[in-house]
T-cell receptor, first 112, second 114 residues
């Protein structure tokens, strides 16, 4: 199983770019990397998913190096409403849900 | 398209009682999975159902069980509740088709055991 490690917390200011890195040294060939955002008392919300290289959508970018042993979620120009916990998830549900490994989450605090 | 719907959102139970939580997946999704989230343990996988069959199971005692109906709706049951069962229970759904499937979570059911 791919074990994931994320920073416990990060601080930023409005308008800055935030990069959150997740380490997953023993990621399996079929595993995908998915990032979620969670606000208090709510379920995790899907942000972005990737397998290799770079993926970009309207809210974030995901950078995955060639060895895939880490991934970086990039949030451009954060606002106060981006204050939340961000989770990285590694696994492949087609290989079995037991392969899914959630990180402990990174608490991002955005200040004015 | 409606998201994953979980009911009830909040509930309080007494030790020894049992509880049933309900989940309606995203329309068209046939895979439903359940998770327990606590401050200490984080997100932990409970089990997954696909086409009314349990396909995967996490490392939880037999007091935790579930089922899935023909319309893909799912329920999970916890019997003989313990104080340590207090947690946010999350349901997620997926199409489980193709590679790189994404699981989409509901808002969760907050269970407090007193």
């Amino acid at each position: 199983l791919a074990k994931t490690t994320q920073p416990i917390s990060m601080d930023s200011y409005e308008g800055q770019e935030v990069n959150i890195t997740c380490s997953h040294n023993n990621i399996a060939t079929n595993d995908y990397i998915t990032w979620y955002q969670q606000f208090p008392s709510q379920g995790p919300r899907f942000i972005i998913q990737g397998y290799k290289t770079k993926v970009t959508n309207e809210v974030a970018s995901l950078f995955i190096p060639a060895d895939r042993k880490s991934s970086t979620l990039s949030l451009p120009r954060v606002s106060l409403s981006d204050t939340a916990v961000y989770y990285c998830l590694v696994g492949d549900i087609n290989s079995g849900y037991s392969t899914l490994t959630f990180g402990k989450g990174t608490m991002l605090l955005v200040s004015p | 398209k409606a998201g994953v719907t979980q009911t009830p959102r909040y509930l309080i139970k007494t030790r020894g009682q049992q509880v049933t939580l309900s989940c309606s997946p995203i329309s068209g999704h046939r895979s439903v999975s359940w998770y327990q989230q606590t401050p200490g343990q984080g997100l932990q996988f409970l089990f997954e159902y696909f086409s009314e069959t349990q396909r995967n199971k996490g490392n939880f005692p037999g007091r935790f069980s579930g089922r899935q109906f023909s319309n893909s709706r799912s329920e999970m049951n916890v019997s003989t509740l313990e104080l340590g069962d207090s947690a946010l229970y999350l349901c997620a759904s997926s199409s489980r088709q193709g590679s790189g499937n994404t699981i989409y979570f509901g808002e969760g059911s907050w269970l407090t055991v007193v």
